[in-house]
């Protein structure tokens, strides 16, 4: 593995952490000014499945990852799901799908 | 800010503590076996604070990628941040300024999702609030933790894959959201979009699918409008033609 630069890295650093700051912020400071009011924003409601839903299906199933990994994420994703709404607490949830996900990987490499 | 309310909050942020550890600690490993040094390993997770971003950054750094370009195309995933700020509003309104900046800045998004649930509940906003910050800590503090581990006792760790823990961490957040027929179509058809986007310049995949999920979830909103609509202006109209 090549070192990265650590000037690269603190200034890529620095500038994810202040823009995404801004971010964070800036709607709290825009609306004490006025300039943006919350209730015209009905849309709203439809971004927390959106982000949630476009995160998790490419951090489950990578770009150009074999057929084996594609199948363990999908069970193991299953495994959460069923786990989660059999009412199961979420800790053992995640811990069994990713047992689900480890176990398989293990079986077939 | 109410302590019952607080401590309810941390409890049901725990279970989330564990994965968000593992997940940190794969984050510091991978960094420190790239060459970098504990600090700033410690910096990214204290100024960045999202896993997403953070393992972004060290491997496009790693793929010999400009700083300014990789900074662009991070900061283009955490555009998220400012919607969930928006989001929460009804929420964080009630607050003092200073506790929620200081909730907004250090947001996680399990706790925007776990929050996002209670938004139309009818508990007063203030323990609503106090309870999202007992989530928020639970949330955080492994993240910082993980990291600090990770780089300190790395080498000494298995080598164990856990990059799985965070999506199905988010996963059992997204679950909990999906109570509607809507929602469910919604999260289909960001997913899938966020899949075969995936390939496009700069990690704009994600917003792309962000906005098509919006997107779909406004025009089944505008169907279900226009369906509850139509019926009344069918009785309207018959009530009209049956006067004399």
């Known amino acids: 593995m090549t070192p990265i630069s650590i000037t690269a890295m603190i200034c890529a650093t620095t500038a994810i952490g202040l823009g995404t700051l801004s971010f964070r912020l800036a709607f709290v400071l825009l609306e004490r000014r006025g300039w943006l009011n919350h209730e015209r924003m009905e849309k709203l409601k439809w971004v927390p499945t959106s982000v949630l839903s476009a995160m998790i299906a490419p951090a489950l199933v990578p770009e150009n990852s074999p057929p084996v990994e594609v199948i363990a994420a999908l069970a193991a994703a299953t495994t959460t799901i069923v786990c989660v709404l059999k009412k199961r607490n979420m800790f053992v949830a995640i811990i069994l799908g990713s047992l689900v996900y480890g176990s398989i990987l293990a079986f077939f490499s | ?244």
């Open chain 2, 1 to 244: 800010m109410t302590r019952g309310s607080f401590k309810r909050g941390l409890l049901a942020g725990s279970p989330f503590a564990p994965a968000i550890f593992s997940a940190s600690i794969l984050f510091a490993v991978s960094g420190a076996a790239l060459g970098l040094p504990t600090w700033s390993l410690l910096l990214s997770s204290l100024l960045i604070n999202t896993g997403t971003a953070q393992f972004m950054s060290v491997e496009l750094l790693n793929q010999g990628a400009n700083w300014v370009l990789v900074a662009v195309a991070c900061l283009l995933v955490n555009l998220r941040f400012a919607i969930y700020s928006m989001h929460l509003t009804p929420i964080t309104r009630q607050a003092p300024l200073f506790q929620r900046l200081l909730f907004l800045a250090f947001l996680t998004d399990e706790a925007y999702a776990m929050t996002g649930t209670r938004l139309s509940d009818s508990v007063p906003k203030q323990e609503i609030f106090s309870w999202a910050s007992g989530i928020l800590i639970a949330t955080f503090l492994p993240w910082q933790l993980g990291t600090l581990t990770g780089a300190l006792l790395g080498r000494y760790l298995p080598r164990w894959d856990l990059s799985i823990t965070i999506p199905l961490t988010l996963l059992t957040c997204l679950i909990l959201l999906l109570n509607q027929r809507d929602k469910i179509l919604v999260a289909c058809v960001a997913a899938t979009a966020a899949l075969l986007a995936r390939g496009l310049p700069f990690h704009l995949g994600l917003p792309t699918a962000v906005g098509l999920g919006i997107a779909t979830g406004s025009f089944l909103e505008y169907l279900a409008r226009r369906r509850k609509q139509t019926p009344k202006l069918m009785i309207q109209e018959d009530l009209e033609g049956g006067l004399p």
